[in-house]
């Protein structure tokens, strides 16, 4: 993490300042220290990460951020589904220039990489392992610091960002709606926050998963991940017209490559929590946040909304 970022950081157990001890530096990159707050708490910093932990339900995840494989062509396509989801919310690298955002659900860090080519200050933020491969993939860059926490129980003072983004991880909390209003306290008055969460509209993929996860999340994820090789085959067999009916009561997903059919099927049996939402729904949250400008894009189910200035 970078230093600078003590000017935003909080103690989330009882939102007090934190003092910083500093073990090993490279540049303005805090490599090891710890932080260090008035209530007792202590937050170490290792390999660059600061550790905000609170409960990890994310064993599922640190898996699959090391079981795939960070080829140059997962990592062009990665970081053409980030500048998509961007654009869909009508974001310009111009309105980032110069501001603080956060990447909220970080993982691997594509979508912190991203935003660091624009933004002044990037921070990443996920409960996983995925925050190593992030630091490691943005280290070095200006202005970004990736921590280690619960969005649940944010370590950053409200009003601290320009900018909050989070594609693909809200559902995958305990709360999705209290994640989402956690959110959008931190968000400064002018600035923009822009969510993609999954769909309650897909009826019967939605029950015939759900049925399936009363199973699949109790796997052991090496187990899971060896099963959801299963998804090439099935997706070939469920194209054959009348013959490959049988073969869709098992809902497979993943778009593109093989290996993302693979992974897309693991991420989407294999989370602890997995929530659906409509965009009426979602919409509500935004208007509870007391946020304006509140749009719906057509990239299911994707809001985006804006603080009112004073």
């Known amino acids: 993490m970078k230093e600078a970022a003590l000017g935003f950081l909080m103690c989330p157990e009882c939102s007090g300042s934190l003092r910083l001890e500093v073990r090993e530096r490279a540049g303005d990159e805090i490599i090891l220290g710890d932080l260090d707050c008035g209530c007792g708490k202590r937050y170490p910093i290792e390999e660059g990460i600061a550790q905000f932990m609170s409960q990890d339900y994310t064993a599922s995840f640190s898996f699959q951020w090391f079981a795939q494989r960070d080829s140059p062509e997962n990592a062009t396509r990665s970081r053409r589904v980030k500048e998509d989801f961007l654009k869909c919310l009508g974001v310009e690298a111009e309105e980032l220039k110069g501001k603080r955002v956060l990447d909220a659900g ?9 935003l660091s080519d624009h933004a002044a200050e990037v921070v990443g ?9 992030a630091a490691s993939r943005t ?28 594609t693909g991880v809200l559902h995958h909390t305990r709360d999705c709606k209290a994640a989402f209003l956690t959110l959008a306290q931190r968000l400064r008055p002018g600035g923009i926050i822009g969510i993609w969460v999954y769909s309650a509209y897909s009826t019967y993929r939605n029950k ?7 199973f699949t999340i109790r796997m052991p994820p ?9 998804a090439i085959p099935l997706y070939y067999l469920q194209k054959i017209p009348v013959l490959g009916v049988p073969f869709r009561v098992i809902p497979i997903a993943g778009e593109g490559p093989w290996r993302w059919k693979i992974l897309g099927t693991y991420d989407w049996y294999s989370p602890t929590y997995q929530s659906k939402h409509s965009f009426p729904e979602v919409f509500g949250w935004f208007a509870e946040a007391g946020l304006e400008k509140i749009q719906v894009h057509d990239w299911n189910i994707c809001v985006s909304g804006r603080r009112p200035r004073p």
């Open 139 to 166: 280290r070095g860059k200006a202005g970004v610091s990736i921590l280690r926490g619960d969005i649940l129980n944010l370590p950053l003072a409200e009003e601290s960002f320009d900018g909050i983004f989070s």
């Open 222 to 230: 090496r187990l899971l991940y060896l099963l959801c090789h299963l």
């Open 208 to 214: 015939a998963s759900d049925f399936l996860r009363r």
């Open 125 to 133: 933020i996920d409960l996983s392992d995925g925050v190593r491969v």
């Open 106 to 114: 970080c993982g691997r860090g594509t979508l912190t990489e991203v």
